[in-house]
């Protein structure tokens, strides 16, 4: 009887392992899955900055095609935008 006792104690236990096993496997997959979604996510906002600072720097170069039309020397339009006094020259 004692045999047959622990017989069924390690299958139950070799049972309970399996199926931590398989929850494991399933919260790995899960997190796996997040991984894969933060990262989109992350690329996404990625590409909505690069958007962002281009439409800044277009928007800024519109300042200073301005600021040339009327007339406000280079070296006043480097300092207050930051570009530098060639950037300015080449527009």
Do not use: C, Y
């Amino acid at each position: 009887d004692t045999i047959l006792i622990e017989f069924e104690d390690m299958q139950r236990e070799i049972m309970r392992q399996r199926e931590n096993a398989r929850e494991a496997k399933q919260e790995a997959s899960e997190a796996k899955q997040e991984a894969s979604e933060a990262k989109q996510e992350t690329n996404e906002a990625k590409q909505r900055i690069a958007v962002v600072e281009q439409e800044a720097k277009d928007s800024k170069w519109k300042v200073v095609l301005n600021m040339k039309r009327k007339g406000i020397p280079t070296e006043d339009i480097s300092e207050i935008t930051g570009f530098s006094k060639e950037e300015v020259e080449t527009l």
